[in-house]
Structures are given as structure tokens and as C-alpha cells.
Antibody
Framework: QEQLEQWGAGLLKPSETLSLTCAVYGGNGGSFSDYYWSWIRQPPGKGLEWLGEINHRGSTNYSPSLKSRLTISLDTSKNQISLKLSSVTAADTAVYYC??????WGKGTTVTVSS | EIVLTQSPATLSLSPGERATLSCGASQSVSSNYLAWYQHKPGLAPRLLIYDAASRATGVPDRFSASASGTDFTLTISRLEAEDFAVYYCQQYATAPLSFGGGTKVEIK
């Protein structure tokens, strides 16, 4: 089964851009067209929040509350998915997870926004 | 946008007891595209159920789920120590996708 490894800056100042990358490893060579990738997050003490998704064609859907600041992109040559969230505030402090379909998830990246 | 409401917020039970978790959708979830996840601190979410009632690979059969209209239920027949966690429902039928607020199953 595929594994997802994610990385990115863990400490940001307000107004900076959060940038995370998620790489897909392994797998049984199943059809790439069956996959889509999501980003979700969990702020401290709160529940899971869906941020957005991208499919193998590069089509995206975003949370309405983040749409103006969020970009999810796909690099098929590197098997990588990226998330960029601009103009961050303390409210964007959370553990961020990337996921493939419903059942494969990265281990999470803790992002803290603080001046 | 589909809003999912989970109840109760917290369920206090003893090992061996039955847990019943509910998830109500604000509108129809087409094709019953609803999933249940288990989430423990410091770990990635674990998919338990997809398509409202299908167990994911490797999930014990003490976990079962059902759907009735816009109401969805996750049942854990007999709680084991490793089942104490937070459970979330998620609809993936209609963008934007959404999670419920979660139900914490804690040891009584």
C-alpha cells in the first residue's frame, strides 16, 4: 500500500505563507486515475477540518472558508502534492494531514503561527 | 454545503460495553458516501467505514455501521481498550467535503 510522507515549515509568523508537501511512495502500481488527494487539519483542542482536494487531472475543490487563501497542486512527475495557504494567522495553527483517497494518510505536520 | 452533526459529543463507557455513535446530515448524502474515522492523539486518522456501511481493510468486525436517510450510525459491539478514541464521520459525496464535530469515546 502507498505511504505518504509530508514535510514543511513548522513555525510561521502572521501574514506568511504556509507551504507543505506530501510525497507518495510505494503502492502496487494501481491506476493513478483512481486517486485523489486531500488536506485536512486539526487545530489544538478541536476536530478535523477538511481543507481541500485535488484529483489526478489536477481538478481541485476547496473549503469555502479558505478558498481565497488556499492552493493545492499536483506534480505527477514527482508524485507530490503541495498545499500553500497564504496570509496565515494564529487560527491556522494546527496539525495538517495529507491523505490519498479515504484510507491512506500522512503522519501529520504541526504548524504553529506565532509572532 | 452538507453539515454533519455528531452525537453525543462524549460517550463514557466501560470495556466490553456497546457503543452507538450517531451522525446526522443536513441534507441527503448521495450514494451514502459517508465514512467513519477513528482518531487518536498523535496519529493519523484511521478509516473504519466507507460507503456508510462497508468496513475498511483490517477493521475488526466489532465495528459496524448503517444508514437510514440522512442518519448514520456507527456501532462498536464490545469496546476494547484500543477503541477509546475520537470518532468522526465525513461525507465525500458533495464538495466541499465535511466532517462532523466528533464523538469522544472515553473510559468510564
Amino acid at each position: 500500500q502507498e505511504q505518504l510522507e509530508q514535510w514543511g515549515a513548522g513555525l510561521l509568523k502572521p501574514s506568511e505563507t504556509l507551504s507543505l508537501t506530501c510525497a507518495v511512495y510505494g503502492g502496487n502500481g494501481g491506476s493513478f486515475s483512481d486517486y485523489y488527494w486531500s488536506w485536512i487539519r486539526q487545530p489544538p483542542g478541536k476536530g478535523l477540518e477538511w481543507l481541500g482536494e485535488i484529483n489526478h487531472r489536477g481538478s481541485t475543490n476547496y473549503s469555502p472558508s479558505l478558498k481565497s487563501r488556499l492552493t493545492i497542486s499536483l506534480d505527477t512527475s514527482k508524485n507530490q502534492i503541495s498545499l500553500k495557504l497564504s496570509s496565515v494567522t494564529a487560527a491556522d495553527t494546527a496539525v495538517y494531514y495529507c491523505g490519498q483517497n479515504l484510507d491512506v494518510w500522512g503522519k501529520g505536520t504541526t504548524v504553529t503561527v506565532s509572532s | 454545503e452538507i453539515v454533519l452533526t455528531q452525537s453525543p459529543a462524549t460517550l463514557s463507557l466501560s470495556p466490553g460495553e456497546r457503543a452507538t455513535l450517531s451522525c446526522g446530515a443536513s441534507q441527503s448524502v448521495s450514494s451514502n458516501y459517508l465514512a467513519w474515522y477513528q482518531h487518536k492523539p498523535g496519529l493519523a486518522p484511521r478509516l473504519l467505514i466507507y460507503d456508510a456501511a462497508s468496513r475498511a481493510t483490517g477493521v475488526p468486525d466489532r465495528f459496524s455501521a448503517s444508514a437510514s436517510g440522512t442518519d448514520f450510525t456507527l456501532t462498536i459491539s464490545r469496546l476494547e481498550a484500543e477503541d477509546f478514541a475520537v470518532y468522526y464521520c465525513q461525507q465525500y459525496a458533495t464538495a466541499p467535503l465535511s466532517f462532523g464535530g466528533g464523538t469522544k469515546v472515553e473510559i468510564k
